[in-house]
């Protein structure tokens, strides 16, 4: 019984290229009691690796939080599939406004203990209590009124690329420091004000909305679906978009444009431009914005000495990061001194 990836990226990458079919990128996330996290992972893993399904997906005992890039002909049988899953029956599917058929390249399901890394001890709140879920349309309606505070739940360089006008845009490396940010520089507006929050595909909302709850925050709303489907309902519905930019997306696209602006800048030479990439030195993989002219000039990397080494031999680069651990969490960077423009 097959219960790992067998191919590699590049491997599976000439596959879907050679295929030519399209795939469709989706994410869903559901909160619910798992008793056993293993065999549930172990299930998913047979029957989505049956429908050639590819993505990023972690268990826990208190639920379930997934990225994935589905075959679109294998679509109808996934959802079947879901359906037959008592507490995912019909549960919200983002799909997607940019597809990308490379998005994802490999089959991961991993056990956590929590789905969304929050820091938090849910035994001291009700996580059932939640915000108001709202629509596009009434998020705007929301978002207009002197007496709301719209604030994004999300990471400096997710909101760096795109996010609401007039949204307060925390300077943190993780969901958890953005916490005691938002409760201590609101801490006076507890009762009088209308706390909007919003996240790329609501999960962060989610948790966030029950523990403003707890810390007294008495008119809490949360952006149904987060950016993804905002995006798609505005579009549907032919509403005004008031998000401005990119949203930042944690597959290999690196984001889907919602709107033309660009409100980032290149990290190294400060022209506008708001494509992530990760520096080519395997032993860096820093996160930041560089432009076309810069990654020519740099070759991918984000300074001279991950220039120099990623011009080494193959065999050379290995040895000097043998021994060394190097992080995989390649989302939680985008700090370093060698951006020179880095905001």
């Known amino acids: 019984m097959q219960l790992y990836n067998t191919l590699s990226a590049k491997e599976r990458a000439a596959l879907i290229e050679e295929a030519g079919q399209e795939r469709l990128t989706i994410s869903f996330y559901k909160y619910a009691h798992i008793g056993n996290p293993a065999i549930f992972r172990n299930h998913l893993f047979i ?37 037959s899953i008592t507490f995912l029956e019909n549960v919200r599917l983002n799909i997607a406004i940019e597809q990308d058929n490379m998005s994802f390249l490999k089959l991961k399901v991993k056990i956590r203990q929590k789905i969304l890394a929050d820091g938090l001890n849910d035994k001291t709140f009700d996580v059932t209590n939640k915000g108001v879920h709202v629509n596009a349309e009434k998020f705007n309606e929301l978002i207009e009124d002197p007496d709301t505070v719209l604030v994004d739940m999300r990471n400096h360089y997710e909101s760096e690329i795109g996010h609401f006008k007039n949204a307060i845009t925390p300077d943190v490396d993780t969901f958890r420091d953005s916490l005691d940010i938002i409760e201590r520089d609101l801490h006076n507006h507890k009762e009088d004000k209308k706390l ?11 948790k966030a909305s029950a523990y403003y709850k707890h810390k007294g925050f008495k008119q809490v709303y949360q952006l149904e679906g987060g950016i993804i489907e905002y995006a798609r309902q505005v579009e549907q519905q032919k509403l005004e978009n008031k998000f401005v930019g990119k949203n930042f997306v944690f597959d290999h696209r690196r984001g889907e444009r919602i709107s033309d602006h660009i409100i980032s800048q290149c990290h190294q030479c400060g022209e506008p431009c708001d494509d992530h990439v990760n520096c080519a030195n395997e032993a860096c993989h820093l996160l930041f914005i560089q432009c076309k002219k810069c990654a020519e000039k740099m070759n991918n990397c984000c300074s001279d000495h991950c220039m120099e080494i990623h011009a080494l031999p193959y065999e050379e680069q290995k040895a000097l ?9 390649i989302f939680k960077k985008g700090r370093s001194e060698v951006l020179k423009f880095k905001r």
């Open 321 to 329: 990061r043998k021994g060394k651990v190097v992080s995989n969490k």
């Open 47 to 83: 029957h989505w690796n049956e429908l050639d399904v590819l993505g990023r997906i972690y268990v826990a005992h208190e639920g379930i939080n997934a990225q994935l890039s589905v075959p679109a002909e294998n679509f109808r049988q996934f959802k079947e599939f879901l359906d």
């Open 196 to 206: 909007v929050m919003y996240c790329t595909g609501g999960i962060r909302c989610e």
